[in-house]
Every structure is written in structure tokens, then in C-alpha cells.
């Protein structure tokens, strides 16, 4: 009997300390103000008045629209970004990490952090167990060790059988997945995800979004994911939304179901921005599905041109001449390559538009009109960019989605899910990803043109 009792008050006294340990901040950003060029005459803000809390266990995400400063962030956060540009404090296990000197700051990054990279970032001279096993150097772990602990790491997330080959020889989900092998080499404790999906397609994405949630549930570490796509929130404990340099939100409310998940891109675009118009919220929406990786103000410049464009004030040849033009010269500062890609891809949003609205024009005067053909045409136009086979079945459940649209029988809101709810139940069985894809594309030519808003739509579309 005594015991029982005694065991009872051991395990009584652990529950305790694991809840306090686990509800226990393990990263604390206090009043962090962040400048580039700090101090000279060009000295521009990144972050500012930024505070928030990360605790043991957590699974985090960064949302916000491109150059709102989630990756400075989280790059201050992992020690990555090491100028002293700032004011504040960045509190990880109980270190400053802006006070540490650059011994202490080698000796964070190597076993503190674990970094996943958009890019994967892997050595192309190393074969894929050196490359996991490399960080396992700087630690002083003996070879033989060293690629013992890789192999098994590779084991974990199917990669051993590709082991010994280099990075150029695998696809791009086995880079991702070799990249996140070597972010666990030294066992952090805090995993940070920097646009981990951006170049997966939807089978690799979930399988990094599984595994990310598999290290937060079975291994216990914190998990922060920098993120711009909605659909891949599901998981979070903790969204905290990101504008202009500032955190506008957090949101604890959980993790959400993919129902909720299905309308999250507008939903973000409406918390951040609740005075925009419908055209603004698509301004800021299309910038940030091709505008990755710039600054706040290389953005708020993109979308100016971007409106100019999308309203007519400016011809193709000079949106195309403006995202190439330095931005020093008053331009994007895109250069040409990517300019021609963003140019061709705004024109064929707005030719779309335009065939559209001559669409629902043609509705307004004739609602009962069959549309077989341009349903087809749409439906052809929103597929762009997947490569996933669709079978008739789906092919004809997504037209007569995409005809309910058309006409106001449908919310975005219930297209979206319909896409993503499986065939059993009456849906197209995409992804979840993918079903975003579509819709977004589709919304970004649709805008306010629906019955009872094509008027509008036309005087928007018809001088462009």
C-alpha cells in the first residue's frame, strides 16, 4: 500500500514538472526592432515591436503576405542573421541570442537549431549521408559515428536506399527530405521550416508536413514553419500572422480541420487588410503567390505597377518594363528573366479576365444560356500547372462546379471544399493543396464578377 501511494506521488511529481517544463517559454522576442542599413541615411525597418512567445513543444507557424519579415524573423531567431542591426531581445533557452559572441552563436546553430531550407541548400559535391552527416563534423563526432547516426536518420524518412548517391540524382521532395534529415543531425530541440513546401508538389508537401508533425508529436521538439500557403496551417498550434514588419495576430486556437482550412487565404488577406476592395485583396493575394523572397517595399511597389496594370493604366510592354527596371531607378527590380515569367503571367490572368466578363455579360442578359463550352475552356485554364491525372468523373463534377460559379450558385468558400471533399461525397477528391490551387486561380479571373456585380467588373476589366 505505502507502495502504491508513493509510486502514485512520483508520477504526481513528474505530471508536474513535465507540465510546467512544457508550458515553459523556450523562445521569448521581446520588443525586437530590426533595421536594415541600420543607423546610415537608407535605414529601413524589417521588424518592429515585435513580441511573442514560443513554448517546449509547440508547432508554430509564420503567416503573412511576401516581405512582411516572417523569414528575418525566424532567421534571428536561429542565429542566421547575426548583424547587430536592432534593438530588443531574442530569448532561446534562456540565451540572448543577440548578445552572443560569434564562438557562442557557431556552437547555437550547430545543436540548438535545426534549419529546413526552401532551397534544400544541400552540398551538390557530397553524396546525400555526407551531407546529412556534415553537421555531426563541427561537433566533433567521430566518422564511423557520424555516418551511423545519418543512416538511421535516412532510415526514418525513407531515404537510406538513396544514400550514397548526390543530391543532382534525386528529385526535388528526396532533396527536401535530405535537407530535413541533416536538420535533425545533431538532435535540436527547435526545428525551423522556412518555406519548406515551396518547390514540392502536393504528394511531397504532405509527406514534409506529416513528418514536421511527427517531430513535434513523437520526438517532443518545437516546430516553427514560415509559411505563405494557407491549406498548410492545418497542423499549427499557433498561427501568428505577420504584416508589414509587426505581428497583427495570434491565433491559439489550435489546430484546424481542412474545412476551416479551405477559405484561409481570403481570411488572412481580410484580417490584414479589412478596408481593401475585392481588387485590392487580389492585388495583394497574386503578389504574394509571385512576389517570394522581397522586401516590404520591393512588394508595396509590385503591387502598385501590378494595379496600374490590372486597371489599364499602363500597357503590357510597360509593366514588363517597370518589374525589370532597378529599383533604385524607381522599378521592381525583378530583372529580365523573372519580369518576362510575372509579365506573361499577369497577361493571362487578364486575358482570361476579359473572355470572362464577356461570359457573364452574355449571363446577365440570357441566365438560362448553356455554357458547356466556356465551362470546358475555364476548367482547361484552372488545371495549369497540375500534373496530376483527372479522370471524367472528376472532370465532370469540377464543371458543374465550376458552371454553379459562374452563375451565383455557389460561395468560393464551397467551391473550394468541394474540390478537396472525396468523391464518395459528392467532390472532386483533389488535394487539399491542389484544391486550393484551382480555386485561387479561378477567384483571381472571377474578382467581383459575378450576377449583380458585372457592371462593375466591366468598367474594371474593358479598358485593360
Known amino acids: 500500500m505505502w507502495k502504491t501511494a508513493r509510486n502514485s506521488t512520483v508520477r504526481m511529481i513528474r505530471m508536474i514538472y513535465f507540465l510546467i517544463y512544457m508550458s515553459a517559454p523556450i523562445i521569448d522576442v521581446e520588443e525586437l526592432n530590426f533595421y536594415y542599413d541600420y543607423k546610415l541615411p537608407t535605414e529601413t525597418y524589417a521588424l518592429k515591436d515585435v513580441n511573442l512567445q514560443v513554448n517546449q513543444g509547440d508547432y508554430v507557424v509564420f503567416f503573412g503576405p511576401s516581405g512582411c519579415g516572417k523569414t528575418t524573423l525566424v532567421y534571428l531567431i536561429g542565429g542566421i542573421t547575426t548583424e547587430k542591426s536592432g534593438t530588443g531581445k531574442i530569448i532561446v533557452n534562456n540565451a540572448d541570442v543577440l548578445q552572443l559572441s560569434r564562438e557562442e552563436l557557431a556552437s547555437f546553430r550547430q545543436t540548438g537549431i535545426g534549419i529546413i531550407f526552401q532551397n534544400f541548400n544541400l552540398i551538390p559535391s557530397l553524396t ?6 556534415l553537421p ?14 545519418a543512416r538511421k536518420i535516412l532510415a526514418r524518412l525513407g531515404m537510406d536506399i538513396y544514400a550514397e548517391r548526390y543530391p543532382m540524382e534525386l528529385s526535388g521532395g528526396q532533396q527536401q527530405r535530405a535537407g530535413i534529415a541533416r536538420a535533425l543531425a545533431n538532435n535540436p530541440p527547435i526545428i525551423i521550416a522556412d518555406e519548406p513546401l515551396g518547390n514540392l508538389d502536393s504528394e511531397n508537401a504532405e509527406h514534409v508536413l506529416k513528418f514536421l508533425k511527427e517531430l513535434q508529436e513523437k520526438d517532443g521538439r518545437t516546430v516553427i514553419m514560415v509559411t505563405h500557403e494557407a491549406w498548410s496551417v492545418r497542423d499549427a498550434d499557433k498561427i501568428i500572422y505577420m504584416k508589414d514588419g509587426g505581428v497583427v495576430k495570434v491565433d491559439t486556437s489550435g489546430t484546424v480541420t481542412n474545412a476551416e482550412i479551405i477559405p484561409l487565404t481570403a481570411q488572412l488577406n481580410r484580417e490584414l487588410y ?20 522581397f522586401s516590404s517595399d520591393e512588394v508595396k511597389r509590385f503591387e502598385f505597377f501590378l494595379d496600374e496594370r490590372l486597371s489599364g493604366k499602363i500597357d503590357a510592354a510597360t509593366f514588363e518594363a517597370m518589374l525589370d527596371r532597378p529599383y533604385h531607378q524607381e522599378g521592381v527590380g525583378l530583372w529580365k528573366q523573372r519580369a518576362l515569367k510575372i509579365s506573361a503571367i499577369t497577361e493571362d490572368i487578364i486575358a482570361e479576365r476579359k473572355k470572362l466578363i464577356e461570359v457573364l455579360h452574355e449571363l446577365e442578359k440570357e441566365p438560362e444560356k448553356s455554357l458547356t463550352m466556356e465551362v470546358s475552356d475555364l476548367r482547361t485554364w484552372a488545371l495549369k500547372g497540375y500534373n496530376g491525372h483527372v479522370d471524367d468523373r472528376q472532370r465532370h463534377r469540377l464543371d458543374d462546379l465550376v458552371s454553379k460559379r459562374l452563375r451565383g450558385g455557389i460561395p468560393a468558400d464551397d467551391f473550394r471544399k468541394a474540390l478537396n471533399l472525396p468523391r464518395s461525397k459528392d467532390g472532386v477528391g483533389f488535394s487539399l493543396r491542389t484544391a486550393q490551387h484551382i480555386s485561387d486561380r479561378l477567384e483571381s479571373v472571377l474578382v467581383s464578377g459575378l450576377p449583380g456585380d458585372i457592371k462593375e467588373a466591366i468598367t474594371n476589366v474593358t479598358n485593360v
Open 128 to 133: 546525400v549521408l555526407d551531407n546529412v552527416a
Open 136 to 149: 555531426m563534423t563541427f561537433v566533433g563526432v567521430p566518422q564511423e559515428k557520424r555516418r551511423e547516426e
Open 274 to 293: 479589412p478596408d481593401l476592395s475585392t481588387d485590392e485583396i487580389m492585388v495583394k493575394s497574386l503578389s504574394n503567390l509571385l512576389l517570394r523572397g
